[in-house]
């Protein structure tokens, strides 16, 4: 079965670089999350989207901003980086009311681990 | 606010032991779902099972087993005759049932089966 698609898996920047990180959610599904992991840490919430709208925010710094277009993939773009901004970035996708029983589970992607010297 | 806790940082066995991994949380919402998420040393987050909140019946799938019981605010995972392949982290966590909410996590149980 088609799985959650993250690009790139890892991704080195220096400091105040850009760094764009994409997610292909699983077919049919119409919403996606984005996490972040610290090293040890569990995954902290940053930002949803609910049919290409903004569905929930959590901590996410104003540096960093995300969409889902047309076809349901999203981008996470954060710019300034910082040497804290060294995690794992997590991409997830859930299905919608339509998705019956597998409704409100989210399924992970691999992870962008990104590190910035 | 809600909040999971999972007390145990660190568990290690050898293998074939049970083993019993808590989790606690802390919620206003009525209705909720509960979540265990595996990461193995490869890094990626494997969605074990969902319970939500007006079913308290136990769950077993295979050697893995689920107690709910929410008077206590407890979802306690047990794995039976554990193997090395069962080392990993494992996240339990809670979201609000209504559209699509984030998951809130614990802070994770690392558990190392020996041989």
């Known amino acids: 079965a088609a799985g959650v698609i993250q690009s790139p898996r890892h991704l080195i920047k220096e400091k105040r670089e850009t760094a764009t990180l994409k997610c292909y959610p699983i077919?049919?599904?119409?919403?996606v999350y984005w996490y972040q992991q610290g090293p040890g840490q569990d995954p902290q919430f940053l930002i949803s989207?609910?049919?290409?709208?903004?569905?929930d925010k959590g901590s996410i710094p104003d540096r960093f901003s995300a969409q889902q277009f047309s076809d349901y993939h999203s981008e996470l773009n954060m710019s300034s980086l910082e040497l804290g901004d060294s995690a794992l970035y997590f991409c997830?996708?859930?299905?919608?009311?339509?998705?019956?029983?597998?409704?409100?589970?989210?399924?992970f992607g691999a992870g962008t681990r990104l590190s910035v010297l | 606010a809600q909040k999971v806790t999972q007390a145990q940082t660190e568990i290690s066995v050898v293998e074939k032991e049970d083993v019993t991994l808590d989790c606690v949380y802390e919620t206003r919402d009525t209705t909720y779902y509960l979540f265990w998420y595996k990461q193995p040393p490869s890094g990626e987050l494997v969605f074990l099972i969902r319970r939500n909140s007006f079913d308290e019946q136990n769950e077993i799938s295979g050697r893995y087993s689920w107690n709910f019981q929410k008077s206590t605010s407890s979802f306690n995972f047990t794995i039976t005759a554990s193997q090395v392949v069962d080392s990993a982290v494992y996240f339990c966590?809670?979201?609000?049932?209504?559209?699509?909410?984030?998951?809130?996590f614990g802070q994770g149980t690392r558990l190392t089966i020996n041989p």
């Open positions: 966590a809670l979201t609000g049932i209504q559209g699509a909410q984030k998951l809130v």
């Open positions: 997830a996708s859930s299905p919608g009311l339509a998705g019956g029983p597998a409704k409100n589970i989210q399924y």
């Open positions: 077919p049919r599904h119409d919403t």
């Open positions: 989207f609910y049919e290409k709208m903004q569905s």
